[in-house]
């Protein structure tokens, strides 16, 4: 494998991935929305850490970065066409959905749940400023956007390492590396009031780092554990399932850091050592998914959060069982994330490409996963 050829092939495997870990945060927010509003335990509980699906798209995130645009490193010229194409993949969107679920919360307030709907809350959480709480007190309008906080100053770190020639970029990133480690070893802590520091050396950002790992490993030397890969495929998954059932079940608190993001980093590593080497048959539906995973993980929680609400406000939780009516929701949810990709992200995604990137850059190929 040389470096000029790899960012070129499709990497089939991490792109169904994709499409599972989004399915895994729509079945956590399913069990967590049955329980608080329906007073049902869904599925057993067995989705109860799908929140580690996070955690996957975080170490992904970080192996896009170097495995795809690791040419442009030291390369200031690419800066601006390497945020542009970021700030198109992001923001549109994501503020579209941010304005719809607002406009609804201010129709029907009770969808709200007492959340602050002011205009600063909403360009606050448009432009995706860090927040003290952002999972209970300061919650952006749409939830899950405290993770895209994390991916927007992810990029700007590597940015860093495109504006600035390596011997500048990498001290200053290894004393940003350094002071993270020690943040989240509990050795440096930050007062209360210098709470955006908690998200500029956050242990979240770790698994950006995790993902770096991996590509320059697969990079490197991929022909040294290709032999391997499938070794290492199984042991990652069975790694997955295992901590599942302990999170689900094991009544223990399990740290994501080096845990799930460390098997995130190892199946990130396997799967793309076998589409590389194996180049594997996936099917068509499977693919899709992974393509639609971004609309499913920003459409998820109004969806869910809507059809719970009406269900919890005419009592009919006793009729929303443990299994069926769970499935049928996430499903549903599943379902309306893919049809918002297909009618609203792929084509404003495409038009946005055409009209301002391309007008705007000429860039070379570059590969996709």
Not at 266 to 278: F, G, M, V
């Amino acid at each position: 494998m040389t470096e000029s050829s790899t960012p070129h092939k499709k990497l089939n495997l991490l792109q169904v991935y994709r499409g599972i870990a989004a399915v895994l945060v729509v079945m956590v927010h399913v069990t967590l929305k049955s329980a608080e509003r329906l007073n049902q335990v869904a599925f057993l509980n067995l989705f109860g850490a799908g929140w580690s699906a996070v955690d996957y798209f975080f170490v992904l995130s970080g192996f896009i970065m170097v495995y795809v645009h690791r040419s442009a490193i030291g390369k200031k010229d690419q800066l601006k066409s390497f945020l542009v194409k970021r700030a198109v993949r992001i923001y549109p969107i994501y503020w579209i959905i941010t304005l719809s679920v607002w406009c609804l919360f201010l129709v029907i307030p009770a969808f709200a749940n007492n959340q602050d709907l002011s205009w600063a809350q909403v360009i606050e959480s448009l432009l995706l400023i860090p927040q003290k709480d952002p999972h209970f007190k300061d919650k952006f309008i749409l939830e899950v956007g405290w993770t895209l906080t994390y991916e927007i100053y992810f990029y700007l770190l590597f940015s860093i390492a495109i504006w600035l020639k390596p011997k500048h970029s990498v001290p200053l990133l290894s004393a940003w590396l350094l002071v993270t480690i020690l943040h989240y070893r509990k050795i440096v802590k930050f007062p209360d009031d210098f709470f955006v520091l908690e998200t500029v050396f956050g242990e979240m950002n770790l698994e950006f780092v995790f993902g770096c790992l991996a590509a320059y490993i697969v990079i490197k030397y991929n022909n040294n554990i290709r032999k391997y890969r499938w070794i290492l495929f199984g042991i990652a998954n069975l790694g997955y399932v295992i901590l599942l059932m302990l999170a689900a079940w094991g009544n223990i608190a399990i740290g994501r850091i080096p845990t799930f993001g460390v098997l995130a980093a190892l199946l990130i590593i396997a799967a793309t050592s076998i589409d590389l080497k194996d180049s594997p048959k996936i099917p068509d539906l499977l693919i899709f998914l992974g393509e639609a995973s971004y609309s499913i993980f920003l459409t998820h929680m109004p969806v869910i959060s809507a059809i719970t609400k009406i269900l919890q406000k005419a009592n009919l939780g006793k009729y929303f069982d443990g299994f069926f009516a769970p499935a049928l929701l996430a499903v549903f949810t599943v379902v309306f994330g893919c049809i918002f990709y297909s009618l609203i992200e792929k084509p404003l995604t495409v038009f946005l490409r055409k009209n301002i990137v391309e007008k705007m850059f000429h860039p070379k190929a570059e590969g996709r996963i």
